[in-house]
């Protein structure tokens, strides 16, 4: 039974201290990531959630499963916070092994303090009358399942869809609470074809708060504001969870 105590204890112990958070991210890709590692090690308490098993989103598999990721120049500086080795292809364009990367990037953002919830989805949002306060969670076993389940709820000052082309929390709130996005139509633009290096740039413009309260990074960025796709290039991607975290810092500060 000491085995199954240790376990119920310190996970129990964990969830109730972020039962309130300063920031709570949805998504564990790398923008997700990025942001959590820079949050937390300023001092916020954050946590992120995440419906798969595994963190990290689709840099795993790099381009098409080969197993080797892009990023542009500006980006690198990124990678070599984490201990990221990375090498110059041509001209502006760095390569780095995709599994190094990614658990780099897990690695380093939990021992900066954050804190990291697989297998748990977010179905719905709290919100009071001027903004979004807190995510309503469930098991993403008991969603896949469909079993009638309700759920519960953790409060956080700020939240990051970081949850890529599907951009889930800002589809929540388009649909269920009143008032507009803040995208030039009010609603999710959508996610255009691909133009990487349109689309690496975009990233980072559109990387803001759309909502109060709701922030958004990475391919969620663009997707919300009507950016184009990068496809297997992850600087912008980068970028965009550093920048989040720096506009969250800054608004909390003020």
């Not at 000491?2 to 201290?17: C, D, G, S, V, Y």
């Not at 009143?178 to 609603?187: I, N």
């Not at 504001?225 to 297997?232: C, D, E, Q």
């Amino acid at each position: 039974m000491i085995i199954t105590q240790a376990i119920a204890e310190k996970f129990f112990a964990k969830l109730k201290r972020h039962l309130d958070n300063d920031v709570a991210i949805v998504g564990g890709g790398p923008s997700g990531l990025v942001a959590g590692y820079f949050l937390a090690k300023a001092g916020r308490k954050v946590a992120l959630f995440e419906r798969k098993l595994s963190v990290g989103g689709g840099m795993w598999g790099g381009g098409m499963m080969f197993n080797e990721i892009v990023v542009q120049k500006d980006a690198v500086r990124v990678l070599e916070e984490f201990g990221v080795r990375c090498s110059l292809y041509r001209e502006n364009y760095y390569t780095a092994d995709s599994i190094e990367t990614v658990s780099s990037l897990i690695a380093q953002a939990v021992k900066a303090g954050l804190t990291i919830f697989n297998c748990m989805t977010v179905e719905d949002v709290m919100m009071r009358s001027e903004k979004i306060t807190g995510l309503v969670l469930n098991w993403s076993p008991v969603e896949m399942a469909g079993l009638h389940v309700d759920p519960l709820a953790v409060a956080a000052q700020h939240v990051i869809d970081a949850t890529g082309h599907a951009t889930e929390i800002v589809k929540v709130v388009a649909k269920k609470v009143p008032g507009q996005l803040q995208t030039p139509s009010g609603k999710i633009e959508g996610e255009k074809a691909m133009w990487a290096s349109r689309a690496e740039t975009l990233t980072l413009e559109n990387t803001r708060e759309v909502f109060p309260g709701l922030f958004v990074a990475g391919m969620c960025a663009n997707a919300t504001l009507g950016g184009p796709r990068m496809g297997p290039i992850f600087g912008g991607m980068l970028l965009s969870g550093e920048k989040v975290a720096q506009m969250i810092l800054k608004k909390s500060v003020s």
